[in-house]
Structures are given as structure tokens and as C-alpha cells.
């Protein structure tokens, strides 16, 4: 039933990508990959994905910049997006963080790690 369903992961951290893919495979989700912001965007265009789940401390573009061109784009406007991100560890106000992720109007912003059980959650709640 999953697999008319299409995520695309955005992550320059390759061992993590592969974890979220194996679980979302595991539940029949069609999964794309794409690892800098750039790319990404690129693919969410040409894609038109279900689900984005995108990292914010990437290479070639960051998180925040894909996620406010993103929901610039008519094409990709309505495609949620989860912004899935440690980068609260490397602040001094986390909750900035959060904030900045909710005015790009990100449907969540979820702090890493997540243990597989929540990503299927977080998944099936989005679409």
C-alpha cells in the first residue's frame, strides 16, 4: 500500500540515509535519496515526492535555504516537509532552532537521532 507513497530523504550523511531508507523499505515506501540541498530541491522538482525529510547542516545549499525554496516553488509548495536535524546540539537556544524550521513552514522539525519506530510515526502522520 506504501509503495505508491514516495519520500525523498535530503542528508550528507550517508550511513544515516541508508538506516531511514532500509526503514522506510521495510514498510514499502518508494524512496529517493539526494545528498546536499541543491540536489535535492533539483529532485523534489523533478520528482514530485510524498514526504520531504530534509537535514539542515549540509553542503551546497543548507536545510533552511532548500526548505524556503522549496515551499516558494509552485510545484513543491505542497509537499510537506520534516526537518530532521542535530544541529540543536550545536546551539546555545534550541528552541531557535524549532522556531526558524516552523517559519519556513516545515510541517515538523524532529532533533536526531530518531529511532526507526518514530520515523514510521512521523512518516504515516505526513502522508
Known amino acids: ?3 505508491s507513497k514516495k519520500i525523498l530523504l535530503v542528508d ?5 540515509v541508508e538506516a531511514m531508507r532500509a526503514t522506510l523499505l521495510s514498510k ?10 541543491e540536489d535535492g530541491v533539483e529532485m523534489a522538482r523533478q520528482e514530485a515526492p510524498d514526504l520531504i ?11 533552511y ?11 513543491c509548495a505542497g509537499i510537506p516537509v520534516i526537518i530532521l536535524s542535530g544541529v540543536g546540539e550545536h546551539l546555545n537556544e534550541p528552541e531557535w532552532t524549532h ?15 530518531v529511532k526507526p519506530a518514530e520515523l514510521l510515526k ?4 505526513m502522508i
Request: hydrophobic share 40%.
Open 1 to 3: 500500500m506504501n509503495a
Open 12 to 16: 550528507d550523511d550517508e550511513n544515516l
Open 28 to 37: 514499502d515506501y518508494n524512496v529517493i535519496v539526494a545528498y546536499n540541498g
Open 53 to 63: 525529510i530534509l537535514d539542515i547542516m549540509m553542503g551546497k545549499k543548507h536545510g
Open 65 to 75: 535555504a532548500a526548505c524556503a525554496e522549496l515551499k516558494k516553488d509552485p510545484v
Open 99 to 113: 522556531a526558524q524550521g516552523r517559519t519556513l513552514l516545515a510541517e515538523d522539525f524532529v532533533e536526531k537521532p
Open 122 to 125: 512521523l512518516v504515516e502522520q
